[in-house]
């Protein structure tokens, strides 16, 4: 069986939690020209907090801290070709506002009343809501997690 893959996304909101910051994407073929999260793949043996804090500066020029980022569930994507997606989110004006692009792929600012208008990533649509939610409880720590690549 081949080992599972995992990819942290981190979703970082304005304090006033009416605006989201979101990247365009231009690869993998199947998600070209619609918005995301910034991330990328877990490395062997990294932490997944860890790889947020890269994935986050390589992605968004933007220093992090394990402070900043609140993991806050695991989402098992496909069993087939096993990999996860562990999605982080972060509230701060300064991380929100320093942000840049630094790759191929373009940031974008949007106004959370424009999501429905705009081409995301179809789990975004439910994703973000939950993000936002002031009452939903992480239900699963993952920032001491790393990922198991010997199954």
């Known amino acids: 069986m081949a080992s599972t893959v995992y990819f942290v996304l981190g979703l970082c909101f304005n304090e006033k939690r009416d605006e989201v910051l ?8 199947w998600c070209a020209g619609q918005f995301a999260a910034v991330g990328g793949k877990v490395e062997p043996n990294e ?7 890269r994935e986050f500066k390589e992605e968004a020029g933007v220093d992090t801290s394990r402070e900043d980022w609140n993991g806050y569930f695991m989402e098992l994507v496909d069993d087939q070709y096993r990999y996860r997606m562990l999605f982080y ?3 701060s004006n300064r991380i929100f506002r320093e942000a840049k692009q630094m790759e191929t792929e373009t940031l974008h600012r949007f106004p959370i009343t424009l999501l429905p ?7 975004l649509r439910w994703i973000i809501p939950l993000a936002l939610d002031p009452h939903m409880i992480p ?6 997690s790393r990922s198991d690549w010997s199954k």
């Open 47 to 53: 932490i997944h907090a860890n790889a947020m804090i």
């Open 117 to 123: 208008h705009i081409p995301l990533i179809d789990s």
């Open 89 to 91: 989110r972060a509230f």
């Open 22 to 29: 979101l990247m365009r994407k231009n690869r993998p073929a």
């Open 139 to 144: 239900s699963v720590r993952v920032q001491e």
